[in-house]
């Protein structure tokens, strides 16, 4: 996935596209919408993979147990919501409108539009209420396609698997049809199946663990980030030492995954030790918070350089800096742009608030470490009671392109240090 589209969903009530780059930042105050377009992406991943019933997956962890009513936009009177996603390929956009019928409590698919190269479309789906107004069908549509230039259409009973329109063979033989089901089908399923989430409140590992030698996918709380490492040192793996070696230098602490064994059965823990004290070991649980809250974003990051997430991954990760010390805020920062600067890198999406973060990523522009043609900024804020995002881009300098800058950015520490000067002179007048 390149980019995607919302229109109508959440504080978003007009169409709001994000082109994704190598390195996609997300800024603005708390309440502006920042996490609701972050959390789009496993909301799509969970309308494509996990079907369960309806296009809408309302049971997403990304939207916390929501109904329609609650992710439709509240300065709208308008009873759709539209998602869109873009793509590389023969299949480019795909744009799905989802309706509300509070009466019959579902929701439907209004209208489906595939498009191919240039904007040309492949295939609209038109939903057909019924005529009479007794009884609704709810997978009676409008099909049209188009093949060399020419419309074809049909009326066709279709079902939808969360936004993926189901195939009946047997009432059609429309091969545009079929093909451009087919088509995105597969468009679906490879951009979404690589989405990794991590939100804002992670876990931190267990004193021990069993350890079970095949680890599943990390969790969006980050539960499983140690037994990831511990697979990975096992198999010879660089993926460990990469976290190794970024507490040595942001925090000039020692960690280590611990093996041992009980009646049997194979047991982890991730440790942490002061470099100058490494015998004082403990359980990276009785550490202070961030040094836990951090492990799954370095795990993450360092699956990813070393190419263990798939083809195209797309890592979504709400504040990384979470309760760590803002001296160590550009060290994290530093792993994102090496992650971001790979051969063939993975697309990046951070929710942050962090100054010393953006700070450190200009920095790496500015010294050649990462292409500013890699990095985009989203600047996310209400206007006329609703949310936008403004785009920012960088030159090669590190510098925001355009008068788009938000004036007072990042401008707290300054009037916190002229609101000290001011009260210090205060004082030592009385």
């Not at 780059?21 to 708390?30: D, S, V």
């Amino acid at each position: 996935m390149i980019g995607y589209g919302i229109t109508n969903f959440k504080a978003f009530q007009h169409t709001t596209e994000i082109d994704l780059k190598p390195l996609t930042l997300m800024f603005g105050y708390n309440s502006a919408g920042k996490s609701s377009l972050l959390r789009v992406l496993p909301f799509f991943r969970d309308a494509v993979l996990n079907r369960n019933g309806g296009p809408l997956p309302l049971k997403s962890e990304a939207i916390r147990g929501a109904s329609f009513d609650d992710i439709r936009c509240k300065t709208s009177s308008q009873p759709v919501i539209i998602f869109e996603m873009k793509f590389r390929g023969r299949i480019q956009r795909y744009q799905i409108t989802i309706r509300d019928i509070p009466e019959h409590k579902r929701q439907i698919v209004e209208r489906a539009v595939v498009y191919g190269p240039d904007e040309t479309p492949l295939m609209t789906l038109d939903w057909l209420p019924s005529d009479d107004g007794l009884s609704q069908s709810f997978e009676s549509y409008t099909c049209t396609t188009f093949l060399s230039n020419v419309a074809h259409q049909d009326v066709l009973e279709v079902d939808f698997e969360g936004f993926i329109p189901v195939i009946n063979y047997d009432t059609t033989d429309n091969a545009g049809y079929i093909g451009t089901v087919v088509l995105l089908r597969r468009a679906l399923e490879r951009s979404t199946s690589n989405i990794y989430w991590l939100k804002a409140l992670r876990c931190v590992p267990s004193r021990q663990e069993t350890f079970d030698n095949v680890p599943e996918r990390m969790k969006p709380d980050g539960s499983g980030a140690s037994q990831i490492l511990a697979y990975n040192d096992l198999h010879g793996s660089e993926v460990l030492q990469d976290v190794v070696s970024w507490y040595k230098r942001a925090t000039g602490s020692l960690f280590e995954i611990k093996k041992g064994a009980f009646l049997g059965t194979d047991l982890i823990s991730a440790t942490l030790a002061p470099l100058e004290a490494a015998s004082a070991t403990v359980a990276l649980t009785d550490t202070g918070e961030g040094m836990g809250q951090v492990l799954p974003i370095l795990t993450l990051l360092a699956l990813a350089r070393h190419r263990k997430l798939g083809d195209n991954p797309l890592l979504a990760v709400e504040h990384p800096e979470l309760h760590l010390h803002p001296s160590a805020h550009p060290s994290l920062a530093d792993l994102f742009c090496e992650a971001a600067s790979i051969d063939s890198p993975p697309n990046i999406i951070v929710e942050t608030h962090s100054e010393n973060f953006l700070l450190a990523v200009q920095l790496s522009i500015i010294e050649g470490r990462l292409p500013a043609s890699s990095v985009v900024i989203y600047w996310v804020r209400y206007r006329n009671e609703t949310a936008i995002a403004e785009k920012i881009e960088f030159d090669t300098l590190g510098r925001p392109k355009g008068d788009n800058w938000p004036p007072g950015l990042f401008n707290e520490s300054t009037e916190q240090s002229r609101k000290i000067i001011l009260a210090r002179k205060k004082q030592q007048k009385l």
